[in-house]
């Protein structure tokens, strides 16, 4: 039933939409092209195989994939997009997906499978399978969108896959605001849920995920004020019912918010809200900045709008920048603090300092260096004290980063020499709590390219080190990585890419040779097919760690261009 509703709403938006087109102005559609495509189509078919190992994908694949763009008399504009797959068979969700979302003047209309954010904490760029549109006339900000979040997943029998398995979800998200540009103020609502029988589940596994019900109300707004400053503020409150099937006897918590949310969805003891907000203020003048964030996320904190939320924080965060010397040096950063438990229900709370340098300088017009440093600082204390002695741990992750860069441009020749060396610390401050995460990391690297401007060859070397080092192991490996690229007549590109390592770990001092083969050959402006060859021939010398084993893959595709 759902899915006719979905139909049905589809069909109405391309109904309402039609007058629009029929009523633009008609004045000069005689000298323009009643339909014009654009955009791009391509194929792969991807084989693979291996030695030694057992294989990490299937032996042969294929994808198609396409983003056309039709335009009707230059006014009217259907983007199209799909991607269709075998691997549909396996995947959880739908990787076969197929939408478009046309678009005339100040409205858009969205059908198939399409991904729209409203804002970050209600409606934040999950896709769903359905219809909607947006509309921008003058000053207002109006959206709407219903369908499917997510479909069914039942477990497989026979392969035991599919678990957990996820319920079909359906549900709808509206926003409605006024403002353009960087000021603007909009509301916006999600409400979705899992329907508890899309799926049928041996007792066994009934209960291991619960059919849930969600209604997130939010509401974002920017204003740019004395031509300088930006003021932005997103709040925004989620009413979460874990298992919408438990009993409705049992009352919920005694919330405002949730008893008036009762009225438009399930609500019972396993109902509980959330709150999440974010307000900033920047400055910006000529070439300085300055940006001041405060961002707060409930413990839990979720929306059937979103896939994925950092909850349990609350940071600060300063975020100073600006150039000098006429833009030659440019100097960023940033400072934030953090901490989790705000409900003050964990046994441990941590506290975070997270700092971070930038500078850029332009020495000369060949010569320049950048220049980075961050600074992560965890401390854990814990609240309730179990033990006679409470303990304090203070961790420290720290990363300098230094890349010299020469460059040298002629008509004739392009010379590019980049050197960078990284050094990463992670380290326990009371060594006598954590005497073994202590972990050190070099990473090192000099790179040469030149090209040939007139002939369009490039040749590139570049010298590689890095070395992982704890009190319990220590893996790394140096080598070298050549590689040439050649364009002949414009049409047919032939690159090669080879690199050889050798292990620094006595356990693990064996050779890996990786090797890349392109070829790329444009028959016609709209027609280009190309081969791409790689291997890998893993050669251990302690096969008590690690086995030899090789490793290739071939892709062979085909691109057409309107």
């Not at 994808?63 to 959880?92: C, H, K, M, W």
């Not at 995920?209 to 930006?230: D, S």
């Not at 890349?403 to 990463?424: D, G, M, Q, W």
């Not at 080879?498 to 028959?523: A, C, E, H, M, R």
Request: glycine letters at 8%; aromatic letters at 12%.
């Amino acid at each position: 039933m759902a899915k006719i509703r979905a139909g049905v709403f589809v069909m109405v938006m391309w109904v309402g939409f039609l007058p629009a087109t029929v009523a633009q102005n008609l004045e000069g559609l005689g000298q323009q092209k009643p339909m014009t495509v654009s955009g791009s189509l391509s194929a792969r078919a991807i084989f693979y195989g291996a030695n030694g190992i057992a294989n990490r994908r299937e032996p042969f694949s294929y994808i198609l994939t396409g983003n056309p763009v039709l335009s009707f008399y230059n006014t009217l504009v259907v983007p199209l997009s799909f991607t269709y797959s075998e691997q549909d068979r396996a995947f959880r969700q739908p990787f076969n997906q197929f939408g478009m979302s046309p678009y005339y003047k100040w409205l858009k209309v969205h059908a198939g499978y399409r991904n729209i954010t409203f804002s970050q904490f209600t409606l934040a760029g999950h896709t769903f399978l359905g219809g909607g549109f947006e509309a921008n006339p003058g000053m207002l900000r109006a959206g709407f969108i219903y369908g499917r979040f997510n479909r069914a997943t039942p477990v497989d029998t026979l392969s035991k896959t599919y678990q957990p398995y996820t319920y079909a979800n359906f549900g709808f998200a509206a926003k409605i605001g006024v403002g353009k540009g960087s000021n603007f103020i909009d509301a916006s609502v999600v409400k979705a849920h899992d329907v508890a029988n899309s799926v049928t589940l041996p007792a066994n596994l009934k209960g291991a995920v619960t059919a849930g019900e969600n209604l997130v109300v939010g509401l974002n707004g920017q204003v740019r004020f004395l031509k300088m400053f930006t003021y932005s503020l997103e709040v925004a409150t989620s009413i979460y019912t874990r298992d919408r099937t438990a009993e409705s006897n049992v009352p919920p918590a005694n919330d405002g918010m949730i008893k008036a949310a009762g009225k438009y969805m399930v609500t019972n003891a396993t109902t509980e809200r959330y709150n999440a907000w974010q307000t900033s203020i920047a400055f910006q003048q000529n070439k300085t900045s300055v940006r001041v964030q405060y961002r707060r996320v409930d413990p839990d904190y979720k929306s059937m709008g979103a896939y994925f939320f950092n909850n349990d924080l609350e940071n600060v965060t300063v975020a100073p920048g600006t150039a000098l010397l006429k833009g030659k040096l440019r100097v960023s950063g940033s400072i934030g603090f953090q901490h989790d438990n705000l409900n003050k229900q964990k046994q441990t709370t941590s506290h975070r300092v997270i700092s971070s340098a930038n500078v850029s300088a332009d020495i000369t017009e060949r010569l320049g260096v950048d220049f980075s440093y961050s600074n992560y600082s965890n401390t854990q204390q814990r609240r309730t004290v179990l033990l006679q002695d409470s303990f304090r741990i203070v961790q420290v992750s720290q990363n300098f980063s230094l890349t010299p860069r020469y460059i040298v441009a002629t008509e004739k020749r392009v010379h590019a020499l980049v050197v960078s060396a990284n050094y990463n610390l992670f380290s326990s401050v009371d060594k006598s709590v954590d005497t073994n995460s202590d972990t050190k990391a070099y990473n090192a690297f000099v790179n040469y390219q030149i090209t040939l401007v007139p002939t369009n060859l490039t040749l590139s070397g570049s010298l590689n080190y890095t070395d992982v080092k704890s009190a319990s192991f220590e893996q790394g490996n140096y080598g070298l990585t050549l590689g040439v690229n050649k364009i002949f007549d414009n049409k047919l590109t032939a690159g090669w890419n080879g690199s050889f390592l050798k292990g620094l770990n006595t356990q693990n001092d064996g050779l890996i040779l990786n090797q890349s083969l392109l070829l790329s050959y444009k028959v016609t402006k709209h027609h280009t097919f190309g081969v791409n060859l790689s291997y890998i021939n893993n050669r251990s010398q302690q096969l008590t760690y690690a086995p030899s084993y090789s490793e290739w893959k071939g892709d062979v595709n085909y691109r057409y261009i309107f």
